[in-house]
């Protein structure tokens, strides 16, 4: 399941565009750098990445694992902009390489609100998609990047 995104190890480069309508955010893309690393003789791989919002550096990490059975797709992730000092942890699956996996954060007003993270490798670009998803299961678009190897 990681061999696709395994096959993209090095260093990528493209666009971030951070958007939030549920939080009124302005939509804005800027320069963005990623490292695909495999890791543990290639039984994990980690996604570093850079962006900015409103000129400040912003980054952030996915370490992604695979077990076989049952088939689950584990995730770590953290981000300056979005996790603050908190490791979100993710659950999903995997399918053509692509990997679809979701978490959850507290909201400081109401029930936890989830978190999805697709991640779509192949041999010239790499996308990743992320949504803030409502305790009543509706999705927002949060980030969009895409990237061509450098």
């Given at each position: 399941m990681l061999d696709q995104l395994i096959a993209?190890?090095?260093?990528?480069?493209?666009?971030?565009m951070l958007q939030d309508p549920e939080m009124n955010l302005e939509a804005e893309t800027t320069a963005s750098i990623a490292t695909i690393t495999p890791l543990v003789d290639g039984r994990f791989a980690r996604i570093d990445y850079t962006w900015s919002y409103k000129g400040t550096p912003q980054s952030g990490s996915m370490?992604?694992?695979?077990?076989?059975k049952p088939g689950v797709v584990t995730m770590h992730w953290i981000d300056s902009w979005h996790n603050g000092e908190k490791v979100m942890a993710c659950e999903g699956h995997g399918h053509d390489g692509a990997i679809d996996v979701r978490g959850s954060y507290a909201a400081p007003t109401g029930p936890d609100w989830g978190w999805r993270i697709q991640v779509e490798p192949s041999a010239d670009a790499v996308g990743v998609r992320m949504h803030n998803v409502s305790p009543e299961g509706q999705e927002y678009p949060a980030v969009e990047a895409r990237y061509r190897r450098a």
């Open positions: 993209c190890a090095g260093e990528w480069r493209g666009t971030n370490l992604i694992g695979h077990q076989k």
